[in-house]
């Protein structure tokens, strides 16, 4: 009888405990480690209780797919931000001296200019012209800073050395560059690209998109890394070829809608993804472009596997491939998004290059791409239909992207049935490895 009742107390104690930790692998599934309590991963806790009883929450669970078409493909990008963004700031010179009417209104980089007098503003060349046309009268401007939006009035002042109306700011309502998809998924028509955020070059900020596209691209050459100095790709962008449209920049990646279906040789079918726990260190291989629009197979090796990295940095490669090293000297701009397979599963893809040793570099895994996606509330997002705004286009097919150093660009935009070649100071800036990004021009106002 008194056994019968300490084994119902045992029963009682052991219930409890099991109850109070399946309540803290809910509360830790977000959490960093902490080796006090148990082994916890980013949603997945594994406990051993009282050394009998085991609990394990798979992270499969956390992502609805499980198969994906492994990328390689090299891809020109397009990003349009939401309205026109303040990236610095111009004093205009006028009869009583040098005047900043943005500064004054307390204006600041990364803002984001919506509306003037409540008429909609979506490319740099409106904002010129409702300036100009108010002539020298206040104006209100709607504005969003990150998720603040606000309005400002500001005073425009005639500027006696540009002859026209100035509120003294540098904006910028676009960027391309050059990039490599990573993944596509048939089931639902969505892709990812890039592995890391777009930041814009002037205000180090994410890059805020509206819309975007993504079009194939022709690599015609390539500068090869060097210690201290990472190599590129150069390509040209297919602009008749749109393989996408983007929806979201964020720090894992840029994501959209194929509008067509993307196919990788080496792939006919999709392949599994790896989870955190299946990814070991060992021999891989990268999928990437080094000539022409050909999908090539080099080989890396995996030195470190680091799951629980935040920034996204889980994988340390090091390239094995001497093709690969001979033509490139290691990883190179422009790579950035090679997935990654380890025995026959998606495990990542390239992200950043080590500016000490161009054979290594990071890489994220898939799944950390994944839940940035499809566990946030931007998935519905990649599902909705959009459709894409016709914006200025600033750089022509004959464009070769990618080559260093500033030089002025002739660009073409397009205004209705309306067309007129302009010249605009533009610039040439490095992004991670999303080669050598062009910004879009300029132009103050």
């Known amino acids: 009888m008194i056994k019968e009742k300490y084994r119902d107390k ?121 300036i100009n046309h108010l002539g020298g009268q206040k104006i209100t401007l709607t504005i969003k800073r990150g998720k603040e939006t606000f309005k400002r009035e500001i005073n425009p002042v005639y500027s006696d050395e540009e002859k026209r109306w100035r509120i ?13 998809l990573s993944y596509y998924n048939p089931q639902d028509k969505t892709f990812g690209a890039l592995g890391h955020t777009i930041i814009d ?20 050459a390539i500068y ?34 194929a509008s067509q279906e993307i196919i990788n040789p080496y792939f006919p ?27 090539e197979k080099f080989t890396v090796y995996v030195e470190k596997v680091r799951p629980y990295q ?3 940095r889980n994988l340390i490669l090091r390239i094995k491939d001497p093709r690969l090293l001979s033509l490139t000297g290691g990883i190179v701009q422009g790579m950035s998004g090679s997935p990654i397979i380890k025995e026959g599963k ?5 992200t950043h290059v080590f500016l000490s040793d161009s054979s290594k570099g990071y890489g994220i895994l898939i799944e950390n791409m994944l839940k940035e996606v499809y566990n946030s509330n931007n998935f519905w997002v990649l599902n909705s239909t959009f459709s894409f705004v016709k914006y200025c286009r600033y ?8 080559i260093a150093g500033k030089r002025f660009i002739p660009s073409k935009c397009i205004l209705g049935n309306k067309k007129e070649i302009i010249r605009r100071r533009g610039k040439w800036i490095q992004l991670e490895l999303s080669s050598l990004m062009t910004t879009g021009s300029f132009v103050s106002f």
């Not at 003294?168 to 490599?180: E, K, M, S, Y």
Request: proline residues 6%.
């Open 168 to 180: 003294g700011v540098f904006i910028r309502d676009n960027i391309a560059g050059l990039g490599t």
């Open 269 to 295: 079918k999709p392949v599994p993804i790896a989870f955190k726990e299946e990814v070991k260190p060992g021999p891989a291989e990268i999928y990437t472009v080094v000539k022409g629009e050909k999908i």
């Open 10 to 130: 045992w029963l009682v104690i052991v219930f409890i405990l099991l109850l109070g930790v399946l309540s803290t692998c809910v509360q830790l599934s977000s959490l960093p480690e902490q080796p006090n309590l148990a082994k916890a991963k980013e949603n997945c806790l594994e406990v051993k209780l009282l050394g009998l009883i085991t609990i394990k929450e798979n992270s499969e669970k956390k992502i609805p797919i499980k198969y994906l078409v492994p990328g390689g493909q090299s891809i020109g990008v397009y990003l349009k931000t939401p309205g026109v963004m303040v990236v610095g700031f111009s004093d205009v010179k006028t009869k009583d001296g040098e005047i900043n009417p943005a500064r004054e209104a307390k204006l600041k980089e990364g803002d984001l200019i919506f509306k003037v007098n409540d008429l909609p503003v979506n490319h740099e060349f409106e904002l010129k012209n409702l």
């Open 395 to 402: 750089f022509s097919e004959k464009n070769i992207l990618s």
């Open 201 to 220: 070059p002037d205000t180090g900020k994410v890059f805020p998109v509206q819309q975007g596209k993504i079009v194939e691209a022709k690599i015609q």
């Open 310 to 312: 935040k920034d996204g």
């Open 346 to 350: 998606f495990i990542g893809v390239v």
């Open 224 to 257: 090869p890394s060097r210690r201290g100095q990472p190599g590129e790709k150069i390509g040209k962008f297919i602009h008749k070829n749109i393989v996408g449209t983007v929806y979201l920049n964020n720090r894992f990646g840029i994501f959209g809608k």
